[in-house]
């Protein structure tokens, strides 16, 4: 059982980086924990660009809904509607993915490409060594001790929780957001006012450092909220954050009208490992690399993940195919640092104040394309941030510091 290469986790970055590299003549395993189609808990939003990354991928085997416009509002007031595209400009609009089929999807294009997928399979431990890595892995047939995986180089693309970063002697200062969502049954059929497939919904007065969601998707709707400031999401809530972004979706529900029962909703939580700065994402030698959430590769304003798990996959497998794995940590940041170190400086000024954020941002008639551009890495934060800052701080010397707080 021995490989070139052993990925970690079967989430987009860990599937797209074992297609890429069986793609390019690699023994590869993919190795995931869980038996495929697996929950997966996400918003499931991904700008439609990431298709140029995804290569022949039909979107019509896993989009759910086409995203084109976008309803903001602020402590459910102010409601901003807005069209994502504008004439003769490019398409920005969003695709809504359900996470169980389209990592399932990916996975089974990894193993066409050649890819040995073993699902069900939990990696125990990781033993890193220039000659050689060990992956001892159970399986329902191992026993306890479990089983040994050879390879020369491993792909962690295990999540915000996986073993890989730990083992690596990575990540070691992790920057966690922390969002909680469910889902629902819908009817779109049903003649809503605002909730329609095609539209999206932002609150950014339910949640204190943060905001909250309502995505459509095939016959049910997302709903969820997340704090995205975690540092001031602590000193606000303390241990009462869950259940204030729980409160915060069942508000969100009653504020559009939609019959709720919050006895009956079942919610997910789990961390957003947000974009920090600057660090080692491989080891020295290259032995193990960081893909997707085990290496904090989520926008740390929109918390949006997917594109930038499946372009680190591939990343991490070009760099292997090319003989380079001391270049992957390299290529990462020419590709995020810059970027993502402004989207974080923003976010802490924006949260901060947000209803001033969302007049002098939010509610302009071009912020919602030039939102959806930021997703898609059509613009870039460094190129907006400053500009956006020196706005901000001009409508706040005009006004009571206390007219821009969020409501209590």
């Not at 023994?27 to 700008?47: F, N």
């Not at 950014?204 to 709903?223: E, L």
């Not at 003989?323 to 990462?332: C, F, K, L, N, Q």
Request: glycine content about 10%; proline content about 5%; aromatic content about 8%.
């Amino acid at each position: 059982m021995d490989y070139d290469v052993i990925v970690c986790g079967g989430g987009p970055a860990g599937a797209t980086a074992a297609r890429v590299l069986a793609q390019g003549g690699m023994r590869t395993a993919l190795v995931e924990k869980e038996k495929l189609p697996r929950h997966k808990t996400c918003g499931g939003g991904v700008p439609n660009a990431v298709s140029t990354l995804l290569g022949a991928v039909p979107p019509e085997q896993y989009i759910e809904a086409h995203v084109t416009r976008v309803r903001h509002t602020l402590d459910f007031g102010s409601p901003v509607l807005a069209e994502i595209n504008h004439p003769g400009e490019s398409d920005q609009s969003l695709w809504m993915v359900d996470r169980a089929a389209f990592d399932e999807y990916l996975v089974r294009l990894a193993a066409q490409a050649g890819a040995d997928v073993l699902e069900q399979t939990q990696v125990m431990s990781l033993a890193l060594e220039r000659s050689g890595c060990n992956v001892t892995v159970k399986t329902q047939q191992s026993g306890a001790n479990g089983v040994i995986l050879k390879a020369k180089h491993i792909i962690g693309a295990d999540g915000a929780n996986g073993i890989c970063a730990r083992c690596g002697s990575l990540r070691r200062k992790r920057s966690l957001a922390i969002a909680v969502e469910t889902e629902m049954p819908f009817s779109f059929d049903s003649g809503h006012e605002f909730i329609r497939q095609d539209t999206a919904h932002l609150e950014f007065g339910a949640v204190r450092a943060g905001y909250a969601w309502i995505f459509p998707k095939r016959g049910k709707i997302n709903v969820g909220a997340g704090a995205f400031n975690h540092q001031s999401a602590k000193k606000i809530y303390g241990a009462g954050l869950g259940p204030a972004l729980r409160q915060a979706v069942v508000d969100y529900l009653r504020a559009l009208d939609v019959p709720v029962n919050p006895p009956e909703l079942r919610f997910w939580m789990h961390p957003l490992p947000i974009w920090a700065g600057r660090e080692p994402l491989s080891t020295p030698d290259g032995e193990l690399l960081l893909a997707g959430d085990a290496a904090g590769l989520i926008n740390p304003f929109f918390g949006d993940g997917i594109m930038h798990a499946v372009r680190s996959g591939k990343i991490a497998a070009d760099c292997l195919l090319n003989d380079a794995p001391g270049s992957y940590t390299a290529e990462i940041h020419a590709c995020y640092a810059r970027n993502f170190d402004a989207a974080y400086n923003w976010m802490n000024w924006f949260y901060r104040f947000p209803r001033a954020g969302y007049k002098i941002g939010v509610s302009r008639e071009s912020a919602t394309r030039t939102a959806m551009r930021l997703l898609s890495g059509d613009l870039l934060w460094h190129d907006v941030a400053p500009r956006l800052r020196r706005r901000l701080i001009a409508y706040l010397l005009q006004k009571p510091l206390s007219e821009f707080w969020r409501k209590k």
